[in-house]
């Protein structure tokens, strides 16, 4: 197991693994929004789920959609199409021998521009709001890219 | 290549490797049920997924949804929220050298739970069955995330 | 840090690490023909989005669904519906120590299976183009989680 501790006294990685945690546990947090905000509205999507609020035709009428459900919703789809690409890319980035400070400035960059993407998403916040941390978020995760490529290409 | 095969000569992370494949093969099939649904169905979302089945206005008529189809891709998507950061944090996991018996125990409470989940929404079951079967994923996830993060935090 | 160079002079996951940030790449493009779509269509989901295109009522008639834009969607959650068991699956398939050849193969036909997936649908092309390019990368992601456990099962 050698090499197993190496791998986590390895500073960029051990960094990587922290930030990834947290932005993933964050993304996580989404799915209990989703049903906060279902159960609190009484707004399903699966009949069963409606069962304990009335029987038959009187608890179809729960089966519909709400905004501020569709809303955090978006939210939650958005971040797995973005955190996806960072979990990829910066796993490979961070093993390809980056420059730590340069690693972590990435990594932090990317975890605050998705938790204000979030907060931007939900509050609703004005735009540019939403589309500027979408924007740093996806800016961090190509420059990530674009240096794994130059440096590693093996095709 | 002595380190790889070191790597794969770790229980946690063989571990995690088979309990990882066998739950992101599980998630594939839901792509194949939504194949079956859509074609014996014929529920479809694209004009060219139906032109074989009418010519013109005649196909038109299958780009429509169903509640059957819905449900598969809802399960689908559930399926993607909770497995990327079971895939994410459970590698990172893996490395941190946990015991074994104890990761174990997270990796087969988590398939199991994501199993039951497809279960319990495509029969459908009565709540909390597929509640029940959502919160241990989750649970495991973050049992996971702050064990990880206790152990190996780095900012 | 012996290890981690070790990890990246190890040609089979330098390959994987290659094709796995190109297809990465290309999903994160749907985030940006989605917007573009949004915005040349004038096609929005929220009510902030389209404040710049008038006021109160005015600004309502964007929000809006759009055939074309929904397309796009499908294609982007598609992507991640089969890129993310490839990553997964993928990654651990690299790790175990694949015949080089036989590894590159697989990756190769996945990217151009996925690169060939946005094509027919965006075109979008007649079946079964989109079809096959699906059940391809599909099955070169089922080929590896096949090799994966045969050689390593682990439970």
């Given amino acids: 197991m050698a090499n197993l501790s190496q791998l986590m006294e390895n500073e960029v990685f051990m960094a990587f693994a922290s930030y990834t945690t947290i932005v993933l546990s964050?993304?996580?947090f989404m799915?209990?929004?989703t049903a906060f905000y279902r159960l609190t509205r009484k707004v399903f999507a699966n009949q069963e789920d409606c069962a304990g609020f009335g029987k038959g035709e009187n608890a179809k009428k729960y089966l519909r959609t709400d905004d501020r459900v569709?809303?955090?919703r978006r939210a939650h789809l958005n971040d797995l199409?973005?955190?996806v690409p960072f979990l990829g890319i910066g796993l490979l980035y961070s093993l390809s021998g980056p420059d730590l400070s340069t690693a972590i400035l990435h990594?932090?960059?990317f975890v605050g521009a998705r938790i204000y993407h979030t907060?931007?998403?939900l509050t609703p916040l004005p735009q540019p709001n939403r589309a500027l941390a979408f924007f740093?978020?996806?800016g961090v995760t190509l420059s990530m890219a674009y240096r794994l490529?130059?440096?590693k290409l093996y095709l």
């Fill in 26 to 28: 964050k993304m996580m």
């Fill in 31 to 33: 799915s209990t929004a």
């Fill in 70 to 72: 569709e809303r955090v």
């Fill in 81 to 83: 199409e973005n955190i």
């Fill in 107 to 109: 990594f932090r960059l």
């Fill in 119 to 121: 907060i931007a998403y």
């Fill in 136 to 138: 740093i978020g996806y």
């Fill in 149 to 151: 490529l130059k440096s």
